[in-house]
């Protein structure tokens, strides 16, 4: 990042903030866990790369200056669960996708953990 920077440029980093991405982690190990009571949710980022803090000192320390980190929250807005559920299983959204990847690796089938989300919602 450092080398590609222009001078005096401006480098923006996104990020969720934990290394797991609680607002679909939360309901999604709740879900899993119906079905495998072991399951154990999947790091989605490193946590050197997901607060404010310590994202500012990895581009001090290879020598970006003036850093300012700023942590701002987002909202998810969804018409109704089912456009939720879309999302989720179907949007492509990179941790969503790993979240799936993580499941299937583990021999699950993800109709299983989809059926279980579901569930939770309509139960």
């Given at each position: 990042?450092?080398?590609?920077?222009?001078?005096?440029?401006?480098?923006?980093?996104?990020?969720?903030?934990?290394?797991?991405?609680?607002?679909?982690?939360?309901?999604?190990?709740?879900?899993?866990?119906?079905?495998?009571?072991?399951?154990?949710?999947?790091?989605?980022?490193?946590?050197?790369?997901?607060?404010?803090?310590?994202?500012?000192?990895?581009?001090?320390?290879?020598?970006?200056?003036?850093?300012?980190a700023v942590e701002k929250t987002g909202t998810w807005v969804?018409?109704?669960?089912?456009?939720?559920?879309?999302?989720?299983?179907?949007?492509?959204?990179?941790?969503?996708?790993?979240?799936?990847?993580?499941?299937?690796?583990?021999?699950?089938?993800?109709?299983?953990?989809?059926?279980?989300?579901?569930?939770?919602i309509d139960g």
């Amino acid at each position: 990042m450092y080398r590609v920077t222009k001078p005096g440029g401006v480098l923006g980093v996104a990020t969720w903030g934990t290394p797991y991405y609680d607002f679909w982690d939360n309901p999604w190990a709740k879900a899993c866990r119906l079905i495998a009571a072991s399951y154990e949710p999947t790091m989605l980022m490193s946590p050197e790369w997901t607060v404010a803090k310590e994202i500012k000192e990895n581009v001090e320390e290879v020598g970006f200056r003036d850093v300012q980190a700023v942590e701002k929250t987002g909202t998810w807005v969804f018409e109704d669960e089912n456009e939720a559920l879309e999302y989720f299983f179907d949007g492509g959204n990179p941790g969503c996708v790993k979240m799936l990847q993580a499941w299937e690796g583990k021999g699950a089938e993800r109709r299983e953990g989809e059926a279980a989300v579901r569930e939770g919602i309509d139960g």
